[in-house]
């Protein structure tokens, strides 16, 4: 539950004082479009691009729907081919090749993108293009990329600056630009024969991945990440790593695998497939992606901009109003399910520190909302955290609070406002596990009939909350009518709490002294929640209901 506010409008105002102008965010008050599908390419030489540039078939035409972010700046006259594109980075370009370095040519990305937007009608697809030939997967890993680029051959350095010499960093600062306008809907990668495919490069990748996962606040549940085989027909260096490559699929959830089966190489080398392989490699990506992503097409999205994305954003939708979920106030007496806190957002319905719902469950916001083994729960509850809920008390009553909770450290707990007014106990974990619910008592309160909002506050690290339930409580005894003028001599008196536990015995002279003895007895008031029953024993008995509001 970390929270960010005014992000857009603070990065865009001091984005050229941070040294971050070329990637500055736009601040438009508006969502991306999900029609705009991006998607990150990332690797070593295939990737970059070997297969030869055709410019009659590759150049000279702008690829329908197809555009990419420029990781790189080069004039036309610095690019293979014989392109008349300049690019510059991080602005939005038509995704002509060569995408990753000027010197490259065509990469499996080109054909990839092409393909996809025919298999798509009606979806515009971008690419962010990083990639560097010869290079380890640690060129990738932000905490490894220093010592790499340190000790790698001149060559390696040289390419490298294309991407100011952090190829982790480029991706990232592309990827928030892009998702500004459009929806990362995945990664493709193609990487291996430098540094073999056993458990140590398949850790990695997963790291580079996941690293760039959290970094760009996405689902690792919902994008998807598709591997390329390497070169396996005639002379090749590799083939034989591409067991290693497919075992992959134990790290990721939405995982493809793209073959290399039957594609040829350049014949100059036993690293690189030739044109028609790097084609068809593409179009398998493209297959295998297909079967990953939600291709649903938003009918209400307009078309994508072509040169200017920034202009074919959808409009956000008015603030939800603040109001109970469901439209109808929750019932006391009653259970109110944890994750049904008010409609209307951030800082109105709810205060959460951590940035998008980490359990991935029922609700869009930032709220963490899980499905654990007995069903949908609020957790990852920090202290200060807070939600809303409109409710509606039925009668004038007492009421007993209790909670279904769970956790690990036995010290998360919660409190109750109700009116901004606080009621019953803190409530905490047992400490037995995060999929070892309990109920846990919350202690009594005394509520007015009538419609009410009540605030849930974290008060310590970490609980999970299932619901919260009250209770009408029902006197145990009745009142008899009770003669006011009785005066005795010491009688025998005892004391009841509203469950009819006798919680003690005294002498007293008289049915007033009896009450007064009680009032002023703390431990008693605490025992019964100041609610108590007073009966004098004998033939002659009476009872009498105290009530201290304290």
Request: glycine residues 10%; charged residues 25%; aromatic residues 10%.
């Amino acid at each position: 539950m970390r929270v960010e506010r005014k992000f857009k409008k603070i990065m865009a105002l001091v984005g050229v004082a941070a040294g971050l102008s070329v990637f500055a965010v736009t601040d438009a008050m508006a969502a991306p479009n999900p029609n705009f599908h991006i998607y990150i390419a990332y690797g070593q030489s295939n990737m970059a691009g070997n297969g030869d540039i055709v410019p009659a078939e590759d150049q000279a035409t702008d690829p329908k729907n197809f555009i990419m972010l420029a990781s790189h700046t080069a004039n036309a006259n610095q690019r293979s081919g014989r392109t008349t594109q300049s690019i510059k980075t991080g602005e939005w370009a038509a995704a002509i090749p060569p995408m990753f370095h000027p010197t490259e040519n065509l990469s499996p990305a080109d054909y990839f993108g092409r393909a996809m937007v025919d298999s798509l009608p009606g979806v515009t697809v971008g690419i962010i293009p990083v990639a560097i030939g010869a290079v380890a997967i640690k060129a990738f890993d932000k905490d490894q990329y220093k010592a790499y680029f340190n000790s790698a051959e001149s060559y390696i350095k040289n390419w490298a600056k294309d991407y100011d010499s952090n190829p982790y960093q480029r991706i990232v600062d592309l990827g928030k630009k892009a998702k500004e306008v459009g929806v990362i809907k995945g990664f493709i990668f193609h990487q291996g024969e430098t540094d073999g495919s056993g458990t140590e490069w398949q850790n990695n990748v997963y790291k580079t991945f996941k690293d760039f996962v959290n970094a760009l606040e996405l689902d690792e549940n919902e994008v998807a990440f598709v591997a390329g085989e390497l070169l396996q027909e005639g002379n090749n260096c590799c083939g034989s790593k591409n067991a290693g490559i497919a075992q992959l699929k134990n790290k990721f959830k939405k995982f493809g695998l793209a073959s290399s089966k039957g594609l040829q190489g350049n014949g100059r080398d036993p690293y690189h497939f030739g044109r028609a392989g790097v084609i068809e490699l593409g179009k398998r990506y493209c297959s295998e992606m297909l079967k990953l992503i939600d291709k649903k097409l938003d009918p209400n999205a307009p078309a994508v901009d072509l040169v200017d994305p920034s202009k074919s954003v959808v409009p956000d939708e008015p603030p939800e109003e603040y109001g109970p979920y469901g439209d109808a106030p929750a019932s006391i007496p009653g259970s109110i399910e944890a994750e049904n806190y008010n409609k209307g957002g951030a800082d109105k319905a709810y205060m959460d520190l951590s940035k998008g719902n980490e359990g991935n469950k029922f609700r869009k916001d930032d709220v963490d909302i899980y499905q654990p083994n007995m069903g949908i729960a609020v957790g990852h509850c920090q202290k200060t955290e807070w939600l809303k809920y409109t409710v509606k008390v039925e009668a004038d009553g007492e009421y007993e609070i209790s909670a279904n909770v769970a956790g690990d450290n036995g010290t998360g707990s919660f409190v109750l406002y109700m009116d901004s007014v606080r009621i019953g106990d803190e409530m905490k974990n047992e400490g037995n596990g995060l999929d070892a619910y309990s109920v846990v008592s919350g202690g009594r309160a005394t509520l007015k009939a009538g419609t009410h909002e009540m605030k849930l506050e974290i008060t310590n690290d970490w609980i999970d909350i299932d619901y919260i339930e009250f209770k009408a409580i029902k006197e145990s005894y009745a009142i008899p009518k009770v003669r006011v003028d009785i005066t005795e001599a010491e009688s025998s008196f005892s004391v009841f709490d509203m469950q009819g536990i006798k919680l003690g015995a005294f002498t007293a002279k008289g049915v007033d002294d009896a009450e007064h003895l009680v009032r002023e007895n703390a431990k008693l008031r605490k025992q019964s929640k100041g609610v108590f029953f007073i009966r004098k024993n004998g033939n002659r008995s009476l009872t009498k209901k105290v009530v201290i509001h304290e």
